[in-house]
Structures are given as C-alpha cells and as structure tokens.
C-alpha cells in the first residue's frame, strides 16, 4: 500500500510538472525573422464574401500560404520564393513575379504579401513611409502604409511587443480580416 501511495505521489507531481500556462508569444527580434501559424480569413470585396481556413508559414527567403475549407481541404497555396510566386488552385498552377497580381488575376482580390509578412507581426514593412498609432499599451492599434490601413483589435498580452491574434486590412473596395488562432516558434 505504502509503494501505491508513493507510485500516486510521483504521478501527481510529475502531471502538476506537466501543467502549462497559457503563452505569451512574443514578436521576432527582426523584422523578416520566420514564423508561423494557423487562422482563419474573411474577405469582403466589392459586396461579396468569402472565408477561408489559413495557414501561413514564413522564412526569410520563402512564404507557404494555405488557404483551406471548412472540412480542412486547400483551396489554393500560395508559395513565394526568390524564383517568384506561384498559386495551385482548381488542379491548375500559376506563377508570377508577385502575389498580389496573382491573387488579384486568379482569385478576384489582392493578398499584399509583400506587406503582410510585416503587419501579421504588427511592424511596418521595410522600404516606404507608414503612418502608426499606439494605443494606451504602446502596441500599434492602426498602420497605414502602401494604400492600406490596417486595425488591430487584439494582440496575445498586454505586453507592446506581443503578436497580434485580429487585425483587419483595407484598401479601396477590399477588406480582409485575418484571426489568428494559433501561433508557432
């Protein structure tokens, strides 16, 4: 009985050991650094929507963008290398120089890609002027740069260099909210 106790002890201090707190993920130290995650998009262009499953992963010298349905098939990738950019959709491949003449030609509306892998991590992108305002946790809450105006409405912490988790992006008749539920190292 007393070996059962002891066996009972270890196992609850070994489960507490295992217990987690929530985390706070916190923006890369550069500005191009990699990342990843899962999410969800919303696109509203010119009266229709569209929504869509995303799964975003991002190297220096690469990009792979999912854009899956409800049931988790993918609708189209994007993948963007030094090559290019090019989008499988409909059992077809399409390349181009760059994402958002892609997206716009084949899936009726302009993923900014270019900036995007800055904002999704709530930095300006490298290279042209950005306007910024702070909210009262010195975390950016809106970014416009390139003709677009980004709104961030929620971040992972409090903490001003945590990542955001909503954030929504507009330009002339396009609107794109993005909802990330899961960040990755």
């Given at each position: 009985?007393?070996?059962l106790r002891f066996f009972?002890?270890v196992?609850?201090l ?7 707190k929530?985390?706070?993920v ?5 500005a ?7 999410g969800?998009v919303?696109?509203?262009h ?8 995303l799964r975003?992963e991002?190297?220096?010298?690469e ?6 349905a ?5 609708v189209?990738?994007?993948h963007r ?7 499988e959709a409909s059992?077809?491949q ?5 994402a958002?003449?892609?997206t716009?030609?084949?899936?009726g509306?302009e993923?900014p ?7 999704v ?16 946790n010195?975390?950016?809450?809106v ?12 971040y992972s912490?409090?903490?001003t260099?945590?990542?955001p ?11 794109i ?9």
């Amino acid at each position: 009985m007393r070996q059962l106790r002891f066996f009972l002890l270890v196992a609850l201090l070994s489960l507490v050991g295992c217990a987690s707190k929530p985390v706070v993920v916190q923006r890369p130290v550069h500005a191009d650094a990699p990342f990843a995650f899962n999410g969800r998009v919303a696109i509203k262009h010119d009266g229709e929507r569209q929504s869509a499953g995303l799964r975003w992963e991002h190297g220096a010298a690469e990009d792979s963008v999912l854009l899956l349905a409800p049931l988790g098939q993918t609708v189209a990738s994007i993948h963007r290398d030094s090559q290019g950019v090019t989008l499988e959709a409909s059992g077809k491949q399409y390349v181009a120089q760059d994402a958002e003449t892609l997206t716009r030609k084949i899936l009726g509306w302009e993923l900014p890609l270019s900036g995007l892998r800055y904002w999704v991590t709530a930095l300006p992108a490298n290279g042209t002027v950005a306007d910024i305002q702070r909210d009262a946790n010195g975390q950016i809450s809106v970014l416009r740069q390139d003709g677009w105006e980004i709104v961030y409405s929620q971040y992972s912490s409090t903490a001003t260099d945590s990542l955001p988790l909503r954030f929504v992006l507009q330009r002339e008749h396009l609107e794109i909210k993005v909802f990330i539920d899961e960040w990755e190292r």
